[in-house]
């Protein structure tokens, strides 16, 4: 669930706590870049879309959870969700560095795809996975997942942590530790039993 679930959770928690620190590096930038302040309503509406783009991401990623989960199998479709997840987290990471909102933007949308690619494959993965007898308990791990995603998201963004206008760059970048933590321990799991049976034909190998 790190890298399934968990990501979810995380993404929908933890744009909260840097919500004014965004909304004033959009009105700096804007200000360097045209010589001219932005209205308040046009900095709301740009920080309403950096939040909403996560849906259209996930959408986009919900959609082609089914194809890849097909052609690459549940493992490597987990760890194909590792690639938009990294590419959010340096987008966003460096956004402020580079003096780009759009950065912001890009980001959200790269990690809704992840959201929604491995919200669909780890449930489908967990479940073909599980002994008969613990299906039941294992699919819950993926609601147990974006309960401990959101908790880790709202944690990560008080003021005593990451909640604070010099880190908050940072905050937005955690989604790449649970990436990477997947990346690394998922390639010594099996693939799901289910799919290398009915999809590679591979009886021996479901066995």
């Known amino acids: 669930g790190i890298g399934g679930s968990f990501q979810y959770g995380l993404q929908i928690s933890i744009i909260n706590s840097p919500a004014e620190y965004i909304k004033s590096f959009i009105h700096e930038t804007w200000l360097k870049r045209y010589g ?46 590792n690639i938009p997840a990294l590419l959010s987290a340096a987008l966003m990471g460096l956004s402020r560095l580079c003096g780009s909102y759009e950065m912001i933007m890009a980001g959200r949308l790269f990690s809704g795809v992840c959201a929604g690619l491995g919200l669909n494959v780890h449930i489908m993965y967990a ?4 002994p008969r ?3 039941g308990l294992i699919a819950i791990t993926a609601s147990t997942a974006i309960g401990v995603g959101k908790f880790a998201g709202f944690a990560l963004g008080l003021r005593e942590i990451l909640g604070v206008e010099a880190l908050w760059p940072v905050l937005l970048a955690a989604n790449a530790l649970p990436a990477l933590v997947q990346l690394l321990t998922l390639p010594f799991f099996p693939d799901s039993p289910r799919y290398l049976l009915i999809d590679k034909k591979d009886k021996e190998g479901c066995i």
């Open 127 to 130: 479940g073909e996975c599980a």
């Open 36 to 81: 001219f302040a932005l209205s308040e309503e046009t900095v709301t509406l740009m920080w309403s879309f950096i939040v909403s783009i996560y849906s259209i991401g996930g959408l986009l990623g919900s959609l082609s959870a089914g194809y890849l989960s097909v052609r690459f199998g549940r493992k490597k479709s987990m760890l194909i969700t």
């Open 133 to 135: 007898k613990l299906r």
